[in-house]
């Protein structure tokens, strides 16, 4: 007995539970063509949140797609060890127990890494398996375990010895939170509203003030030149001049740069070599001191004087103040700047002269440039590729260095000037020991440093099939079939994952790339905790079950576009899965009649479905080829919803406690499975549980791997005729309404003869689908177009429906006029089309062909509704 409600959650348990007890999702590499997608790992600090909701969905209906598709469908998940994200949180908790950081060791404070991932590392990958993802989880990675840990090694030491790494001196991006460096990548710049200050520098030995702009006085105290363009008449007299640095006292030279921009200003630039990336170049020119202010952690260093210390924005207030008492301010100004914050801690980002390590991407990065131009990489969206190129042709050098604990140690090894990089400390040292014979163990220092977190997660595509130290499942799987990934990391994951497959593996890492959208609240905001408007991931499952929230994420996911987000979406979802539960249950309700032979009308609806269903697969197949997952969900909602749900289903339901036909039950199981299989890669649970319950399976039937229906020929002619009987079953239904005639009171319809309404009426069970959806007493061919009744037109043919009740045909001939007016604007714009000549040059043969055949339609229309209100006329007389 089928319950009466459909239970999402314990669906969903019982059928996940069976997938993975028979490895459904499990891979090995044999001989059937395989699909293989690698997860963006989340970090292991995350929960699951909208944007992996998202993502996750998209890879899992790909994946079972695949799967269904008879091949070798391989989704390996992981997770990355976010090297920021999860130090900063170990922190966090040590600190809660009262322990601080730089009272333990290195090693003291891995362990308590190490305990807090395996408690709660997990968590998002236990997370998603309540969604759906149907991963291979017994490959589940993680990119600091053993063999990722290898790879990323192995790699270090290889592009050291190909003189694609480097170690230097440069301005860099530093996050005073999290103490550590970041790429350009990792910086977030937005426009904020600030101040921008017109200090007062004094020339020495004058009573001449120089005013300069600034909107970070607090670096002042770094200040060791001032700088002007040579060609600045203004300044033309103080050549070779020195200024004071205000409140410091420091006397320091006004220098000539070519840097600077006349216009801007007051043509004046106070130099802090430290403190800019622009400013460090100007000091290398000339030569100028650098002086760091700014300690690691944003407070004031030493050279910073009274203000050492304390904060650098508590100091940006406090030496405003001190600026403005000496009389060193001419005038403020509410200004908005660019300002760079850490991706991970939101910290203020601090340009900072520092040691670290770089990857030389120019190295590297032509033939990943050239994959992408080439289509060899497909992206879709394919806009994205523009701005794919614009970073690859501007691309500077990755810094991989990160002053944390927690990630890989970077391996290499010091001894007085020299550095040793090797794979490991013995082999250092033996490099070591061949220059310095002396050398003893303890002498050979590690560098502290770790590497950025990305280093790991671009070598993913490899390393997740150990392709470092075994071939086998890398020859396999790689490349692998498709990416899905939000546009957000273009530049920091998915440019340096294609740049490590051809280093390494000399082909690309992926056949496509899939660019999600930003998930937005339906005001457009982006979605975060601060605004409060993202919904939790979990209680959205266990309120609308995962199929539904699957189907809310799907159906507002336009291909590469931002998903505007509400909660109605997955109610609709809900719905969806209550009526196809209903479908179910009147399905199986069915009592059927071994002896009753299958009529013409169930014969012909059948007919319809298979016909239409074929058509369906086709625009779905070519859906997916595109990406346009949410376009192939709502094709198959729509169908399932009216097509097979609101007419198929009445087309054939029996009458009252009469029994259907055994074959006509058998046609309709057999499409219900079909639209099951359809179905399944977007909605898996509920779609799994309608399968089983609609007959018996043998082992091993399963939805999940039965054969997704296929694009291929279908009769045209088959679906035009009872999409026809459709429109003629809504237009009678439609009169019935207007004219208050009820549903029970049989109707005699005609219809004017011609070639094609004879062709329907010939269609073995086409009048049979109109008298039984439309209550008539029967559906005939009639020569008299003047036969008496209410008219409408059904395509290009007319329709008669008799009616013994008084007319009011005042409001026919009012009804007709206007559809009369619609008709002719609309021949108007298709002729419009026709006498383009751009148009009727560029189109191809096919595209004019039904533009005519549109024109020749609209003009048939127009002919019956003139007769049609000639005859209306006639009857009033």
Known sequence: MISPRYSPSETEHKWYSYWMENKYFHSEPDKREPYCIIIPPPNVTGVLHMGHMLNNTIQ?????????????????????????????????????????????????????????????????????????????????????????????????????????????????NWDPEAKTVLSNEEVIYGLEQSKLYFVRYQVADTNEFISIATTRPETIPGDTAVAVHPDDPRYAHLKGAKVIVPVIGRIIPLIQDDYVDIEFGTGALKVTPAHDVNDYEIGKRHDLAVVDVFNEDGTMSEEAGIYAGEDRF?????????????????????????????????????????????????????????????????????????????????????????????????????????????????????????????????????????LDTWFSSWLWPISVFDGFRDRKELDYYYPTSVLVTGWDIIFLWVARMVMAGYEWEGKRPFKDVYFTGMVRDKQRRKMSKQLGNSPDALQLITEFGADGVRFGMMSCSPAGGDLLFDEKLCEQGRNFSNKLWNALRLVDGWESDQKAPLNDADALAFEWMQQKLTSLASDV?????????????????????????????????????????????????????????????????????????????????????????????????????????????????????????????????????????????????????????????????????????????????????????????????????????????????????????????????????????????????????????????????
């Open 314 to 450: 508590i100091v940006r207030k406090k030496f405003v103040k001190d600026l403005r008492d000496a009389g060193h301010i001419d005038k403020e100004e509410d200004y908005q700047n660019n300002v760079g914050r850490s991706e991970r801690t939101n910290s203020v980002v601090e340009p900072r002269l520092s040691l670290q390590w770089y990857v030389d991407m120019k190295a590297l990065a032509g033939p990943a440039s050239e994959a992408v131009a080439n289509d060899e990489v497909s992206f879709f969206p394919k806009n994205q590729k523009n701005i794919y190129r614009h970073w690859m042709d501007n691309i500077k050098d990755w810094c991989i260095s990160r002053q944390l604990w927690w990630g890989h140690r970077i391996p290499a090894y010091y001894y007085q000037e020299d550095v040793f990089i090797a794979e490991t400390f013995e082999e250092a040292f033996i490099m070591a020991r061949e220059k310095y014979p002396a050398i003893a163990p303890n002498d050979l220092k590690q560098d502290e440093d770790v």
């Open 60 to 172: 899992d209906i790909l994946i079972r797609k695949a799967r269904m598709d008879g091949k070798n469908a391989c989704w390996v998940p992981g997770t990355d060890h976010a090297s920021i994200a999860t130090e900063a949180k170990v922190v966090k908790m040590l600190r809660e127990q009262g322990i601080k950081k730089g009272d333990l060791s290195r090693e003291k404070f891995l362990e308590h890494a190490w305990e807090w991932k395996v408690k709660y590392g997990g968590i998002i990958l236990e997370q998603l398996k309540k969604l759906g993802a149907s991963c291979d989880w017994e490959r589940t990675a993680f990119t600091m375990d053993e063999t990722r840990s290898d790879a990323v090694i192995k790699v270090f030491v290889d592009l050291y010895r190909k003189n694609k790494l480097y170690r230097g001196k440069r301005m860099v």
């Open 621 to 877: 197949d070519k859906n997916f080829k595109e990406y346009r997952l949410s376009e192939a969900l709502m094709s198959i909602y729509n169908f399932v919803w009216t097509d097979f749900c609101s007419w198929y289903l009445e087309m054939v339901k029996p009458a009252y406690e009469t029994p259907i036909s055994h074959q006509a039950k058998t046609n309709t199981i057999v499409l219900f499975s079909q639209l099951c299989s359809l179905m399944h890669p977007f909605m898996p649970f509920i779609t799994e549980e309608i399968w089983h319950a609609l007959r018996e399976r043998t082992k091993g039937e399963d939805c999940i791997l039965s054969s997704y229906p296929k694009a291929g020929h279908f009769n045209q002619a088959v679906i035009d005729r009872v999409e026809q009987a459709k429109d003629i079953i809504t237009g009678i239904r439609d009169i019935r309404n207007k004219n208050a005639i009820k549903m029970k009171d049989e109707l005699e319809v005609f219809m004017v003869k011609s070639s094609r309404s004879v062709a329907l009426l010939d269609q073995k069970g086409w009048a049979d689908i109109c008298v039984k959806l439309g209550n008539l007493k029967n559906i005939a061919i009639t020569t008299d177009e003047n036969t008496k009744g209410i008219g409408f037109i059904s395509g290009t043919e007319k329709c008669i429906i008799v009616i013994e009740q008084v007319m009011d045909i005042d409001s026919q001939i009012e009804e007709k006029k206007k559809e009369l007016i619609y008709q002719r604007g609309f021949v108007s714009s298709v002729e419009a089309k026709l006498n383009n000549e751009r148009f009727m040059g560029g189109a191809p043969v096919d595209v004019v062909d039904k533009e005519r055949a549109k024109m020749a339609d609209g003009l048939e229309r127009i002919r019956i509704l003139e007769e049609d209100m000639i005859r209306l006329e006639g009857m009033k007389k």
